[in-house]
Structures are given as C-alpha cells and as structure tokens.
C-alpha cells in the first residue's frame, strides 16, 4: 500500500553534484586525459568506481587502480586546476532544467545545499542560464560547521533528521538499498513526479491540442528529450532477447560510448533507427542493466519495430532518440516484462506519428551512410 502523504511540500532543497549536474561526466573525461598522459587507458568501467566522489577521492581512487608512478598528492595538484577550468562544461543531468522550470513556474521556494565550496557551487552554475535565480539561498560545504553526514548518501540523513520528506536520485546505478531512509529512490529527475510530494504535477505536452490528442491515444506518459545521437554496428548480445522474449533488440556495443551512457539515465526510451542499405524504422529501446536479468555492464537495447526477414549483426545502426517512456524495472515473471515491453510498442508506435517525435524520421544523421565499403561491391 502506498505510504500515506504526511505533509504537503512548501519549498525544495536540492543537491548540485549528481542531482542537477553531471559533474561525475567531467571529472571522468579529465581523469582520462591524465591516464592517457600516463600512457594508460580509460574504457569507461572506472566511472562507476569515481561516480559520486569529490575530484580529489576520484584521483586518489586512480592512482591506486591504475598504480600510477606518481603519489597520489602529486597526482591531485596537477588534475586540481584542469578540474577547475572544466567547470563550464558541467551538462544539467537530464530532468534537471524542466524541474528548475517547472517549480519556479509555480513560485515553489528553491534551495541549494551543497558539500562542495560555495565558490565552486556559484562557478558552476553560472555557466547554466537563469540558474542563479532559481535559488533563493545556496549554501556550500565550507559554509557549515559539518557538512553532510554520509559521504555515500548525501544530504538523504540530513533531511531526514530535519523532519523533511526526501527523494534520493543516486548516481550510482544498482545502489538503491544504501537509501533506505529516503521516502522515495528514483532513477533520474525524469521519473520526479512532484504531484506525490503537494507540489504541482508537471505538464509536458506543450500545446493543448497536442495534450488531448495524447490522452486519445494512450501515449499522454511520453516526455519529449532533447534528440541524442548514437550509433556502431550491431552487436551479439546475450542471445536472450528473441530466444527467451521474442523481442530481438539490435544491442550497439557500451565501448566507445562511456559518456553518452553516462549522460543519459538508464530507462525506456524511443526514436528512429536507420540501417543504411534497408531504411529508417520507428524504434523502442531499454538503456540499462536490465533489472530481471541484472546485467553487469549497461546496455543499449533497440527493438526496431518492423518485420524484418534476416538479421543484420554486424551492419551500421544509427539512432535518434526523442522521447522517454519509463524507467527500467524488475518484473515478478518473465511474462510480464514481455507484456510491459509490449505496452512500450504501443505507446512509442503512436507517439512516434506526433509531429513534436515524427520530425526527426528525416533527420540526415538516420541515411548517412558512414562507411563506403558498401558502395565497392
Ligand atoms: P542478441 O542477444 O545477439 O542481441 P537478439 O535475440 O536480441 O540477440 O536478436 C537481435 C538480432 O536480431 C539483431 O542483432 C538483428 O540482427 C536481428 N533482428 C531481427 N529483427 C529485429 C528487430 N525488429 N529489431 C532488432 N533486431 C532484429
Ligand atoms: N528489462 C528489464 O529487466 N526491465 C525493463 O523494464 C525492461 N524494459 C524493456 C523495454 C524495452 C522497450 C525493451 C526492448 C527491452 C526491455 N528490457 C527490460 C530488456 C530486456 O530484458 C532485454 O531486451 C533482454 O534482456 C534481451 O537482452
Ligand atoms: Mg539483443
């Protein structure tokens, strides 16, 4: 039985690091940077090792994975001021400005509280327009006498012991049972729904008329996103998805696209998909770790909705992705994942014939053939 609302919500205190920006994707890139300097390489799996640490942990964590030649202060001084320069390119994780948009639309009181120095806090968000104003107090690590108290589940048991509710969005993935003091875990800001807390619901679909015709359809849970691009040849996956479901998803391999997997919160999303010599089709995927398989690498996963005579292992796939559907979930059987990724058919068949998803069927990045091997036979 869901708990019972206690209180209604009058004003929100966020978290900066890992709530609202994806500060983990630009300490990631520096570290690289220096691993390459160290003639070492960076594939992407250290990232869960230094997500939600401070640059200092994550460098300190480095050097000893990687047995660098280097003490780890030494280490520290040189990524500190690279760190530092790379403060403008901190993306909002996404969710983070239409949340912002949203409860100051509604004149819902925001704060700020941080662990990181107030200096810092100010210097990354003033590289995000009108963020600053959002805030109505902002409060830094070095401004308070004890910062928060877990260093793993940050600002969850200060909320808590102030009487607050609390909704914890951890940005290590599979980590859901260190925030059981929380009210509520979710995956990203996408999944905030601000209603279950008193504050108002959001209202996505932009027009009216484009908001009726989606209850019509049944597709009124679609959130537009802002398009994101991928694309490799496809690969082997676990061989389970036609055996074992009856959904063959065309898996792109994780390799190579570490940031974009790191940008974008695991869930059900869909798009288009090109394959160069067939076509462009309407597309549902699943980006995780798969929660009734418990995957140990994050997937990407697209079922191209269309009959297709033949596999294409090996061929050039390349995909927009529009909308977010859900996020990914366990399920008590096997039926009712395949019943629910069905329900995701549905759902993004029909949205994708709205003209706010449809647009993007022509977006040139779909046809454009990358390798020319395929004009020399
Ligand atoms: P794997 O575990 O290797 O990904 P799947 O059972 O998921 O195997 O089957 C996926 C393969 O099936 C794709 O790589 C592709 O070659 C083929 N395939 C056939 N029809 C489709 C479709 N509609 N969508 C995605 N892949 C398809
Ligand atoms: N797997 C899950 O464990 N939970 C999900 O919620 C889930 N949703 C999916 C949604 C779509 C549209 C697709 C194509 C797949 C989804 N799967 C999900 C992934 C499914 O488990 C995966 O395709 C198989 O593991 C095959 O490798
Ligand atoms: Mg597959």
Known sequence: MAKPLKKLVSCVILDLDGTLLNTDGVVSEVLKGFLAKYGKQW????AQRIV????????AAVVEEYGLPCGKEEFLAELHP???AQLCNIKPLPGASRLLKHLSGHGVPMALASNSPRGSIESKISYHQ???DYFSAIVGGDEVTAGKPSPEMPGVTAGKAAGMEVVAVPSVPKQVHLYTSADEVINS???LQPEKWGLPPFQDCKSFDTYIFALHHGIEGTLPTEPWYISGPVVKGFGRGSKVLGIPTANLSPKGHSSLLSEHPSGVYFGW???STRGVYKMVMSIGWNPYFNNAEKTIEPWLL???TEDFYGEELRLVIVGYLRPEVNFPSIESLIAKIHEDKRIAERALDLP????YKDDPYLSSSLHSESNHS
Do not use: I, M, N
């Open 43 to 46: 594939d992407g799996r250290e």
């Open 52 to 59: 939600g640490k401070t640059p200092l942990e994550a460098a």
């Open 82 to 84: 690279v760190f530092y």
């Open 130 to 132: 009108g963020w600053k």
């Open 189 to 191: 800001l996408l999944d």
């Open 273 to 275: 998909a090109g394959l």
């Open 306 to 308: 269309h009959e297709f």
């Open 356 to 359: 706010l998803y449809s647009k």
